[in-house]
């Protein structure tokens, strides 16, 4: 992995490896690997999750919280880590079901540092030196023996060829030292690892890591309505974020546990990747998209994969850069978002406009250029993947035509999100201030609308289908039949005529979701990836698109399925499933899916986004329904948010401020928390009630404004209290004061 002093303090200790129970302090590139030997089966294990049986328990985004069980021949073990500092980690193990007795089961502690400086042990501390800096690693128990081995392989190798009764390779200096314990002796063991500028010093803050009373540390936690959403979102993204030591920075990958190499960078997971992070980190946000884009091609697009053994640059997939980047802007108000990532966003655009259009319609078919060596480079298959759905039944009527590279369908959800693509830049140009650039965007996206609209509406079944360029539709469907309420292709009267299909048992309806392929499709049956399974991302694209239709109510069922089939193998089995199946909501019936997929947290965030979120459409919303919920921090327009609704009554808090309360229930879009304006817009449909501005000193108020007419508001508790009595139809409310 090698040497990062650059690092930033908050990341310098985390589980950055392939091991999950590893812990590197990447400034220096030291390692603690906890190393597994069981007698019974004669094998180690250094707990990877592609070998070993490893359930993920809470990660902090920072790493302060490490929590995880581990079997192995039958012995479970959980391990824990704790970072109270950012120079000092403790550790600690306890053993339960038992696979053989202790004695013959042991856990090592192999320190190790990738320079391969040696590491001394003396007086029960191992020490390595590094540089001017000093990394001491102490044991609460003393350790029954220290082996000394070349690398970690050696150590494996020691065991697995003498068993733990063994002595020859003990050692007090080695490039890799262990220090080794059994479970009958230390069924609970603990360990301090402290960096510090002198020897001395790092024993001393290690063995006082280890003297030190545990605290638990506080995490963006959720309880009460849609409880756990957040917790899991946390945990997903957190466990699967990893350091590519190729390009020496940190990065969400699609999961720990499909293996492409080193790092493999599908454009849509890291685009999904950056939108989850925006809800704790805006660092871990701005990396994710960093390693997305850094796919663009001298050609224009972004490769659809760059991974370490092929790099898929003839071919892109749908282009969510633009309305994730978008997202996190109206999350964080960060301008360096769009400077940072809009040529190359725009240069993406006009490439799917200028190449995949065979026909000059103005509407695209997946294709495959005549560039690069990938695997699949020139084929149907190829193609299919700039779609994002390979085995989607949607593309068994379409056939490669080698003339265009592309084909013959113009595909539905790739046009929707080539659309949606368009309508961000212009949003994003005139945000930069391009007005030639908002202006041609603006008027792509509107044509690509029309086109929609016109060419991809199937009247007969009453919704939006795949075409042939020279016929028909095609047969089989997926959601992405809803994808034109998202990039608002949808006039009101096709909408209208989209909703029932959510619910009818014969296409789309279900308890867990949307599937895809419609149950009347013989593809269905398959339940293989694209061809009747739930699919996370798919279902997230059209909740979004239900809500800037307007369509509130079935965007709430659709996210409450989605917590609720997340949920049913999250709790227990700690799953988060690359996709489901629609009939049982089991996630592992089929091998072809990943068990821990980053992805899979778009479930939950879903029913997070219920009571707090950011869109390009109706701003920052909150919502109060009445049940009690405690949610966050998470990131918003006014910095990291809490919600908390007791006994219906709404309160949002900044570090311990309350900022705004209100016993209103209903959905406040456009809020606006800010120095000289409170704003917010009250969907139909609301209560009556007050809302109060805790710390607002009404000395300050300038005028106060309800559907644009001048209002009173009275002082209260410390604050200014505004009336909201009148329930039912949309109320806006701007409150002006002097910063």
């Given at each position: 992995m090698g040497r990062y002093p650059a690092v930033p303090?908050?990341?310098?200790?985390?589980?950055?490896?392939?091991?999950?129970?590893?812990?590197?302090?990447?400034?220096?590139?030291?390692?603690?690997?906890?190393?597994?030997?069981?007698?019974?089966?004669?094998?180690?294990?250094?707990?990877?999750?592609?070998?070993?049986?490893?359930?993920?328990?809470?990660?902090?985004?920072?790493?302060?919280?490490?929590?995880?069980?581990?079997?192995?021949?039958?012995?479970?073990?959980?391990?824990?880590?704790?970072?109270?500092?950012?120079?000092?980690?403790?550790?600690r193990w306890q053993g339960h079901e038992a696979g053989e007795w202790g004695q013959r089961f042991w856990i090592a502690l192999a320190v190790s540092c990738d320079g391969g400086e040696t590491v001394a042990f003396d007086n029960g501390i191992a020490t390595i030196q590094v540089g001017r800096r000093f990394i001491a690693v102490a044991s609460g128990a003393a350790p029954l023996q220290?082996?000394?081995?070349?690398?970690?392989?050696?150590?494996?190798?020691?065991?697995?060829?003498?068993?733990?009764?063994?002595?020859?390779?003990?050692?007090?200096?080695?490039?890799?030292?262990?220090?080794?314990?059994?479970?009958?002796?230390t069924?609970?063991?603990?360990?301090?690892?402290?960096?510090?500028?002198?020897?001395?010093?790092?024993?001393?803050?290690?063995?006082?890591?280890?003297?030190?009373?545990?605290?638990?540390?506080?995490?963006?936690?959720?309880?009460?309505?849609?409880?756990?959403?957040?917790?899991?979102?946390?945990?997903?993204?957190?466990?699967?974020?990893?350091?590519?030591?190729?390009?020496?920075?940190?990065?969400?990958?699609?999961?720990?546990?499909?293996n492409l190499g080193d790092v493999a960078v599908w454009y849509n997971d890291q685009c999904y990747a950056a939108l989850l992070g925006g809800l704790f980190d805006l660092e871990l946000a701005r990396e994710n998209l960093a390693m997305a884009h850094a796919g663009a091609t001298p050609e224009g697009n972004v490769a659809a994969l760059v991974a370490t053994p092929d790099a898929w640059v003839d071919r892109s997939q749908p282009p969510l850069g633009s309305f994730v980047t978008m997202l996190l802007y109206g999350r964080t108000g960060e301008r360096s978002l769009l400077d940072t990532h809009y040529d190359t966003l725009a240069r993406?655009?006009?490439?799917?406009?200028?190449?995949?259009?065979?026909?000059?319609?103005?509407?695209?078919?997946?294709?495959?250029?005549?560039?690069?060596?990938?695997?699949?480079?020139?084929?149907?298959?190829?193609?299919?993947?700039?779609?994002?759905?390979?085995?989607?039944?949607?593309?068994?009527?379409?056939?490669?035509?080698?003339?265009?590279?592309?084909?013959?369908?113009?595909?539905?959800?790739?046009?929707?999100v080539v659309c949606l693509d368009c309508e961000m830049l212009a949003a994003m140009a005139a945000a930069l201030g391009r007005g030639q650039d908002a202006a041609e965007f603006a008027a792509a996206a509107t044509r690509m609308r029309d086109a929609i609209s016109a060419r991809l509406w199937d009247e007969a079944r009453g919704l939006f289908a795949n075409r042939q360029r020279d016929g028909g539709f095609v047969r089989s469907l997926s959601p992405t039949s809803f994808y034109p309420l998202l990039c608002g292709a949808a006039t009101p009267a096709q909408a209208r005529r989209l909703l029932p299909h959510l619910a009818d048992p014969a296409t789309f309806g279900g308890p867990f979701g949307l599937p895809n392929a419609t149950r009347d499709d013989p593809a269905f049956a398959d339940n293989t990836y694209w061809r009747g399974r739930i699919w996370p991302n798919v279902n997230y694209l059209v909740w979004q698109g239900l809500r800037r239709a307007g369509f509130h109510l079935e965007a709430g069922s659709l996210a409450a399925m989605g917590q609720h089939l997340f949920m049913r193998s999250w709790r227990e089995r700690r799953i988060a499933a690359e996709n489901y199946n629609a009939t049982t909501g089991e996630p592992l019936d089929s091998s072809d899916t990943d068990p821990f997929y980053t992805w899979a947290a778009l479930l939950p965030a879903m029913a997070v986004g219920e009571?707090?979120?950011?869109?390009?459409?109706?701003?920052?919303?909150?919502?109060?329904?009445?049940?009690?919920?405690?949610?966050?921090?998470?990131?918003?327009?006014?910095?990291?948010?809490?919600?908390?609704?007791?006994?219906?009554?709404?309160?949002?808090?900044?570090?311990?401020?309350?900022?705004?309360?209100?016993?209103?229930?209903?959905?406040?879009?456009?809020?606006?928390?800010?120095?000289?304006?409170?704003?917010?817009?009250?969907?139909?449909?609301?209560?009556?009630?007050?809302?109060?501005?805790p710390g607002v000193a009404g000395s300050r108020v300038v005028a106060l404004r309800i559907d644009g007419q001048h209002a009173d508001w009275t002082e209260r508790d410390g604050g200014v209290a505004i009336d909201l009595d009148r329930a039912g139809a949309a109320i806006t409310v701007a409150l002006h004061r002097a910063a």
């Open positions: 303090l908050a990341r310098a200790w985390n589980s950055w490896g392939s091991r999950p129970a590893e812990s590197v302090f990447l400034p220096l590139g030291l390692r603690i690997t906890p190393v597994f030997y069981s007698t019974k089966l004669k094998r180690t294990a250094t707990i990877l999750p592609r070998e070993d049986a490893v359930r993920l328990g809470r990660h902090a985004i920072d790493g302060s919280v490490i929590e995880l069980d581990v079997e192995h021949g039958g012995t479970r073990v959980a391990w824990a880590v704790r970072k109270d500092d950012p120079f000092v980690i403790r550790g220290v082996t000394g081995h070349a690398d970690l392989a050696a150590l494996r190798a020691d065991f697995e060829a003498h068993g733990y009764f063994h002595t020859a390779s003990r050692s007090t200096a080695a490039p890799t030292l262990a220090l080794r314990f059994n479970l009958e002796i069924r609970g063991g603990t360990y301090a690892a402290a960096v510090a500028d002198t020897a001395a010093l790092a024993a001393e803050r290690a063995r006082a890591a280890l003297a030190t009373p545990e605290r638990e540390p506080a995490l963006p936690t959720h309880m009460g309505l849609a409880a756990g959403a957040l917790d899991a979102v946390r945990d997903v993204l957190a466990w699967n974020t990893l350091w590519d030591a190729d390009d020496g920075r940190p990065y969400t990958t699609m999961s720990r546990i499909w993406n655009n006009r490439w799917w406009r200028a190449t995949r259009d065979p026909d000059g319609s103005g509407l695209v078919s997946p294709g495959t250029s005549a560039i690069g060596e990938a695997l699949y480079a020139g084929t149907a298959f190829g193609a299919r993947n700039e779609t994002g759905m390979d085995n989607s039944a949607t593309h068994d009527e379409a056939h490669y035509d080698p003339a265009t590279r592309m084909l013959s369908t113009i595909d539905l959800g790739l046009n929707c009571i707090i979120d950011v869109d390009p459409w109706d701003g920052w919303s909150v919502a109060n329904t009445g049940e009690a919920v405690r949610l966050g921090p998470v990131t918003s327009p006014a910095g990291m948010i809490c919600v908390d609704v007791t006994d219906g009554v709404l309160t949002l808090e900044r570090g311990g401020d309350q900022l705004l309360w209100t016993d209103v229930q209903g959905r406040f879009t456009h809020l606006r928390l800010e120095p000289a304006l409170v704003a917010f817009r009250l969907a139909p449909g609301h209560t009556g009630g007050s809302l109060r501005l």
